[in-house]
């Protein structure tokens, strides 16, 4: 079984993620991010799944990316540990790659 790490920038994008929502909704916020963690949980058992990120970001290696609509999880997988990288808003990743 593979095992996650969430790196500090991913976490930041979480509290971020909540942050803006919880403006309007705390219980939508909460649920959001429950099912964030929830969908990226997968990966221990598939962590293949999602596509491979194309090399427009700048990316090496075997990124990938996880759609949880509308948010984008990229992460990495090395050995049996997978490292998530960033939480993003389809909006603001195609923003980075412009």
Not at 59 to 70: A, E, F, H, V, W
């Amino acid at each position: 079984m593979y095992s996650i790490e969430y790196l500090q920038k991913a976490l930041d994008d979480l509290d971020e993620i909540h942050f803006y929502i919880a403006s309007d909704n705390l219980l939508a916020a909460d649920t959001i991010v429950n099912n964030i963690l929830d969908a990226a949980d997968r990966l221990e058992i598939f962590p293949l799944i999602g596509t491979i990120v194309t090399d427009k970001m700048g990316l090496r290696g075997d990124y990938r990316m996880m759609i949880i609509k509308p948010y984008l999880v990229i992460c990495r997988v090395i050995y049996t540990q997978i490292f998530i990288y960033r939480i993003l808003h389809e909006r603001r990743y195609r923003s980075l790659l412009n």
